[in-house]
């Protein structure tokens, strides 16, 4: 079991950056495959970034080049680097473990044009 809690999020002009930040508690994280996903308000959620165990990381087209995914899993901890925002990445980002099927509860991100 884990349970997951992302921080970071904040109101930023396009062209900024944030660094989102998600804490796991519970024994094996870093087994687990871990995933960053955001949903904007009236959108379905979609996966943005995802990082193996292994840390082989993969990217949705819209956020290549700009965000990074990383982890840390001596501080069972994973990271999406956000960088030249735009206004449309405006949404809440969840964390996502993908081995116990777990979600935090989303840390809001807003690009103001």
């Known amino acids: 079991q884990v349970q997951l809690m992302e921080s970071g999020g904040g109101l930023v002009q396009a062209g900024g950056s944030l660094r989102l930040s998600c804490k796991a508690s519970?024994?094996?994280?870093?087994?687990?495959?871990m995933d960053w996903y955001r949903q904007a308000p009236g959108n379905e959620r979609e996966l943005v970034a995802s990082i193996a165990s292994s840390g082989t990381t993969d990217y949705a087209d819209s956020v290549k080049g700009r965000f990074t995914i990383g982890r840390d899993n001596v501080k069972k901890m994973v990271y999406l680097q956000l960088t030249s925002l735009l206004p449309e990445d405006t949404a809440v980002y969840y964390c996502?473990?993908?081995?116990?099927?777990?979600w935090g509860r989303g840390t809001q991100v807003t690009v103001s044009s």
């Open positions: 519970g024994t094996f994280f870093s087994i687990s495959p």
């Open positions: 996502y473990a993908r081995l116990w099927d777990t």
